[in-house]
Each structure stands twice: as structure tokens, then as C-alpha cells.
């Protein structure tokens, strides 16, 4: 058979070919003496566990070790998510995005209101002069409330709630209250200093729903609906009607928000919730039809002529001031809208001017600064097992991110005026008091975390030379 022979001879050519390459790639093992093993000894001994070392891999120019195809990205996705994880993350991004924001704010509210100040015929530090007052205030607020106890938080919540119903009762009392930019939510403290209860009621909400769903909780009785609703929707309701006496309703909005925020965190059924977004819905259409002041506002929403009258001239001035920005806009100081064009440019407006003078980089800076706020909020409510802080930090990050949303939303053109400020960043001693508070409960709930807390215990020097000289073993008695 010919061509049998011919194909047996081409297999063991093969044969021959296959193993002289095999050989040639893995050198035979010798004896002591110098002698090659046997081909059954040496296939078990290279076969044997960690006998063998994988060929290092070979740069084609250099022949030296080659680097994995995107290793560098992945060292640094990798070391990025191990500093991510850790757990004094949420603590240094609330305390940093916290102080950045209010210092930040800070110097906006000096910029943009020098002009403002002496169109009222006071110095041009008039208004920083009263916001750095607060903030060092504020700073105090934060400080005492990072280092109370979750318990001592608890205690503060009625008292507070209280004090909060009451100051906003004393607001409707003619004579007492008084009205700014037609709205009457404003108390007269005497001098130049007013205060504004209803943003207290923000943290009294906060604090008093977040204690009662805990104590809910610890009873097993959020599972039925009457326990979720009441009292906490009939005291929300109750607060958002004194301040809807006083016509405000942008702080209405955000404390709806509040509650919204408590019952979701609670863990609402779809139904309930979509019952109660419903109410406030059909509540909040009513007040808008028949308030002209409202109607006006929700129609300048992505207006770009002041209309008539100039109803809309807040709104367009806003974003003729971001679109003069530009990349990096025309310098601290240097803005034109604030002249008299467009109107509460340290307040409601503030974050128009900072587009003008900061450009697109400062607003996307303080975006990401808010944004950094909100997450680590969420995961301070996210990792805790107390529900209580669970209710509280899911507030309180509600409360920041809405105002936030719904104030740069506004100024943007994406949603009507609300004439809510800025977080930590408008003017306005009202505002900025309880809101620095807030960011102390925040800090103090991630602290409270147990990795956090044995983090902070580690980084004390007496904690640290203790136990570094545990770990260092004793020696011999004859060893130097």
C-alpha cells in the first residue's frame, strides 16, 4: 500500500518535527552527573507544583519584561477603588465638600454684592461682613454637632420641632412677622439681622421624622401603613401650612422633598407613595393657578426675551450672565449683570454670577462639589445599621440635593423661580445656620460608623505607638 506507507511516513516525520521543537523549547533535565533523565522522570518532575516558572513575558524592542496591555489604567482604577472604599471616605468628603462650598460661597457673596451694598448706601462688605458672621457661627453649629452623640441628636428632635412651630406661629402675628419680597416668613431680631423659622423647620422635619420612623422601626410597625402616615404626613402638612401662609412657596417645595425623602427611606409602599405624591401634586397645581406671582414664574421657563412688562427679565438675565462665562469666564469681580441687571445676584441668582465671573469651570466646580456632598450622604444612610441615622442622613442629603436642584434648575431656565438659595453658598444667615448644622450631623454619623470610628482611633499618636510596639516581638535576653 503505497500510500498508506507514504501517510505513516509523513506522521512520524511529524512526529520527529513536534518533538525536536518541544525539546528545543524545554531542555531536557540532567542528572547529577550530567546525564538526561528519563523521558517519564522528567515529565513528572516538570509536571511537579512550582517546579515550573511561566516564561516572563518579552518587550519586542527592549527583551526586557513587557508590561500588561493597560496595566497603568489599571493600577490606577485599582488604587483609586481601594482609597474609594476606605473607610474615612464619606467623613473627609462631606467635611471637605462642606468647608469648600460655604468658603467658596463666601467669596461669591462678597463679589456679588459690593455693588448691591452701595446701591443701599452701605460699605461694599456690608453683606460679607453679615454672611462671614454666620459662617463663623455656622462653623461653631458643625463643629458641636460632628461631635454629639446619635443619642443626644434624638433628644434635640421634639424640642427643636417645637421651637420651630412655634417661632413660625409668631411669624403670622401682625407686628411681629414681617414680609420680604412679598413673602411673610421673617421675623425682626433688631439691627440688621432678621430670621427666617421656616428654613429651622427644614431640620426640625429632618431630625423629629427620622426619630419617630426609627422608633416605628424598632417596633416592627412601619409594615403597616397608618403607622408610616401618621403623625409624620399630618405634621409635615402642618408645617408646610404655616409657611404656605406666608406665601413661600420655594421652601414649601423643599420640605415636600423632606417628606418624600422619609418615606421612600422607610420603605413606603408604591401605592401609599404615589397617594401621597398625588396630594401634594394636586395641592401644589391649585396654589400655582391661582397665584398671577406663580403663573408668571412657571411661564419664563426657558424664556430668552423679557416679555411684556419685564416679567421675565430675572430669568433671561441669569442666563445672559452664564452665557458671558464662557470657559473661564471674565475674571473674580468682573461681572456686568450684577450692575443692576439682574436682580438678588448674592442670593437667589448667585450661582448667574459665579457663571460669569468662574466661567464653565467654576459652575462644573461646584456641581461636583455638591455632587460629592450627595454621595457621600447616600452612603453614610446606605452603611449604617441604625435607622435612625439612616432616616436622618437620607434627610438631610434630600434637603441639600433638592435645594440645590431646584436652585440651579431656576437659574438655568429648566424650572420656575423658586426663590430658594444656593446651599452653603447663597447669602442669608437663615439659610446657612441650619444647613451647617445639617453637615455636622453628617459628619457626625460617619464618624459613628464603626471602621470609621476604629480609622480615627488608629490615627491618634498614643493609640498608634501602642500599638505599634505590640507588634514588635520581645527579644532574647542574650540578644542585642
Known amino acids: 500500500m503505497p500510500a498508506e506507507e507514504s501517510s505513516a511516513a509523513r506522521g512520524r516525520e511529524r512526529s520527529r518535527a513536534t518533538t525536536a521543537i518541544s525539546r528545543a523549547l524545554h531542555p531536557p533535565l540532567l542528572a547529577a552527573g550530567g546525564a538526561p ?33 493597560g496595566g497603568g489604567v489599571r493600577r490606577f482604577y485599582e488604587q483609586a477603588r481601594r482609597a474609594w472604599d476606605r473607610p474615612l471616605t464619606a467623613y473627609y ?14 467669596v461669591m457673596v462678597y463679589s456679588a454684592s459690593m455693588i448691591k451694598a452701595l ?27 460632628a461631635r454629639m452623640p446619635v443619642k443626644l441628636h ?19 402675628v401682625p407686628g411681629i412677622g414681617m414680609s420680604v419680597n412679598g413673602n411673610r416668613n421673617w421675623l425682626y431680631l433688631g ?43 399630618p405634621v409635615a402638612f402642618m408645617l408646610l401650612g ?24 422607610a420603605g413606603a409602599p408604591t401605592r401609599l407613595f404615589a397617594g401621597v405624591l398625588a396630594t401634594a401634586g394636586l395641592i401644589g397645581f391649585v396654589l400655582i393657578k391661582t397665584s398671577p406671582n406663580r403663573m408668571a414664574r412657571l411661564d419664563c ?22 452665557a458671558s462665562g464662557g470657559w473661564f469666564g471674565s475674571g473674580l469681580g468682573a461681572s456686568v449683570e450684577k450692575w443692576g441687571q439682574l436682580p438678588e445676584p448674592h442670593t437667589d441668582f448667585i450661582f448667574a454670577i459665579t457663571g460669569e465671573e468662574l466661567g464653565l469651570a467654576g459652575t462644573l466646580s461646584v456641581l ?39 436652585n440651579i434648575g431656576a437659574v438655568l431656565g429648566l424650572l420656575p423661580i423658586a426663590g430658594v438659595p444656593l446651599p452653603l453658598f447663597s447669602y442669608g444667615g437663615s439659610a446657612l445656620l441650619p444647613t451647617m448644622f445639617a453637615v455636622g450631623l453628617l459628619i457626625a454619623f460617619a464618624r459613628a460608623d464603626p471602621a470609621a470610628k476604629a480609622a480615627l482611633a488608629m490615627r491618634r499618636p498614643g493609640v498608634r505607638w501602642k500599638t505599634m510596639r505590640r507588634r514588635i516581638k520581645k527579644r532574647p535576653s542574650g540578644e542585642r
Not at 424640642?159 to 409668631?170: E, I, K, N, S
Not at 404655616?242 to 412657596?249: F, P, Q, R, S, T
Not at 430675572?314 to 445672559?320: D, F, L, R
Not at 441615622?389 to 435645594?403: D, E, F, K, L, S
Open 37 to 69: 533523565l528519563p523521558d517519564g522522570l522528567a515529565l513528572r518532575v516538570r509536571s511537579a507544583p512550582g517546579s515550573r516558572r511561566p516564561p516572563a513575558a518579552r518587550s519586542r524592542s527592549t527583551g526586557g519584561p513587557r508590561t500588561p496591555r
Open 93 to 106: 468628603l462631606i467635611l471637605g465638600a462642606g468647608l469648600l462650598i460655604t468658603v467658596l460661597g463666601l
Open 368 to 406: 461636583a462639589l455638591f455632587a460629592a456632598l450627595g454621595y457621600a450622604g447616600i452612603r453614610v444612610a446606605g452603611r449604617t445599621e441604625d435607622p435612625f441615622v439612616r432616616y436622618a442622613a437620607g434627610g438631610v442629603t434630600t434637603w441639600i440635593t433638592a435645594q440645590a436642584v431646584i
Open 242 to 265: 404655616l409657611i404656605m401662609l406666608g406665601g413661600d412657596m420655594g421652601t414649601a417645595i423643599i420640605l415636600t422633598a423632606i417628606l418624600f425623602g422619609l418615606l421612600w427611606l
Open 119 to 145: 446701591e443701599l448706601d452701605k460699605p461694599g462688605t456690608y453683606f460679607f461682613r453679615k454672611q462671614f458672621l454666620a459662617a463663623v457661627i455656622g462653623a461653631g453649629l458643625m463643629a458641636i454637632a
Open 154 to 172: 434624638r433628644a434635640l428632635s421634639y424640642p427643636l420641632l417645637m421651637g420651630a412651630v412655634f417661632l413660625m406661629v409668631l411669624v403670622q
Open 191 to 233: 439691627g440688621p439681622f432678621q430670621l427666617q423659622p421656616s428654613e429651622f423647620g427644614k431640620l426640625a422635619l429632618v431630625l423629629w421624622g427620622a426619630d419617630l420612623l426609627a422608633r416605628k422601626q424598632d417596633k416592627r410597625l412601619l409594615n403597616q401603613w397608618k403607622h408610616m402616615l401618621v403623625p409624620l404626613v
Open 301 to 322: 421657563m426657558g424664556a430668552s426675551e423679557p416679555g411684556p412688562g419685564g416679567s421675565c427679565w430675572q430669568a433671561v438675565h441669569g442666563i445672559y450672565a452664564l
